[in-house]
């Protein structure tokens, strides 16, 4: 019996970061692997057999992985399970004002797959999106907001609805 390896460097990611594994396929020919996420939402993926495979976890929390061998291939066991430890960092401060501050963080978890809506003092919803909030007003290319404080709903993909609120900043 052939036994496939799975690993990886990282213990800890931040929500949006890549994980790379690396497979020890153990004499195994096949040009593909079954990957495995357990306690995440993504479904079983097809990768190729071979090291430095890229994933993006699905949800924030503990998420494991383990490779199998498509079901033609006889007499290779599954990896054991690697684990990742996924956080969530959701700023609190946004300064899209400040667009040539690549140190600042200029939108709310733009462009990571996230619902979000964003209300105003009034509790009027002044945005909601599929995609994180780039600190614009109704949609993504509207005019940006005026600094202050605003309430957020952020729904994660695994059913959790996140509530808070985050400053828009603007420093000169």
């Known amino acids: 019996h052939n036994k496939l ?8 990611l931040s929500w949006g970061e890549s994980l790379s594994f690396d497979i ?8 593909t692997l079954i990957l495995h996420e357990i306690g995440g939402l993504t479904k079983d993926s097809v990768i190729e057999n071979k090291s430095g495979q890229i ?5 924030n929390g503990e998420v494991s992985y383990f490779l199998s061998a498509p079901e033609s291939a006889l007499c290779v066991d599954p990896s054991d399970t690697a684990a990742v430890n996924i956080s969530l960092l959701i700023p609190n401060l946004i300064t899209p004002h ?8 200029n939108t709310f978890l733009y462009g990571l797959g996230f619902r979000v809506e964003v209300f105003n003092r009034y509790q009027q919803l002044i945005f909601e999106g599929d995609n994180g909030w780039n600190g614009r007003y109704k949609n993504e290319s509207g005019d940006l907001v005026e600094p202050g404080t605003y ?12 509530k808070g609120t985050v400053e828009v900043g603007k420093f000169k």
């Open 151 to 162: 309430y957020y709903r952020l729904f994660l993909p695994n059913g959790d609805v996140r």
């Open 55 to 59: 994933i993006h976890p699905s949800q």
């Open 98 to 105: 400040n667009d040539m501050a690549e140190e600042m963080n």
């Open 24 to 31: 020890d396929n153990d004499g195994y020919q096949g040009d």
């Open 5 to 12: 390896r799975l690993s990886t460097d990282e213990t800890a």
